[in-house]
């Protein structure tokens, strides 16, 4: 079975920065579509960054762009969001999902995953 788990969120001060990380197990991150997604209380869950590796290609969302980053370390088929300059609007859930194929910005959409982790809680004060 496919299993992402997501570990790294915490409480941090506006203006401050966090690391994310996603352990996948029975899926090879480094040949799949990757991505990570969030949801506030009463909000609907929006994708806000993914990645292809083979296509070298990454997709942000506009509230994310120049401060959120998706990576990964093949060797230990892992995937992190570096989340910089964070803004109280950040706190959320965030979730690691693996997607099905896909371009463009719709590969933010929730359609597009295949596979959901448990999520990690990111708080952020002002």
């Known amino acids: 079975q496919v299993q992402l788990v997501e570990s790294g969120g915490g409480s941090v001060q506006a203006g401050g920065s966090l690391r994310l990380s996603c352990a996948a197990s029975?899926?090879?991150?480094?040949?799949?579509?990757m991505g990570w997604f969030r949801q506030a209380p009463g909000k609907e869950r929006g994708g806000v960054v993914a990645?292809?590796?083979?296509?070298?290609?990454?997709y942000s969302a506009a509230a994310v762009k120049g401060r959120f980053t998706i990576s990964q370390d093949n060797a230990k088929n892992t995937v992190y969001l570096q989340m910089n300059s964070l803004k109280p609007e950040d706190t959320a859930m965030y979730y690691c999902?693996?997607?099905?194929?896909?371009?463009?910005?719709?590969?933010?959409?929730?359609?597009?995953?295949?596979?959901w982790g448990q999520g990690t809680q990111v708080t952020v004060s002002s």
């Open positions: 999902a693996a997607l099905r194929p896909c371009s463009e910005w719709w590969c933010l959409l929730p359609s597009s995953v295949n596979y």
């Open positions: 029975e899926y090879t991150v480094s040949a799949n579509f």
């Open positions: 990645v292809y590796s083979g296509g070298a290609t990454t």
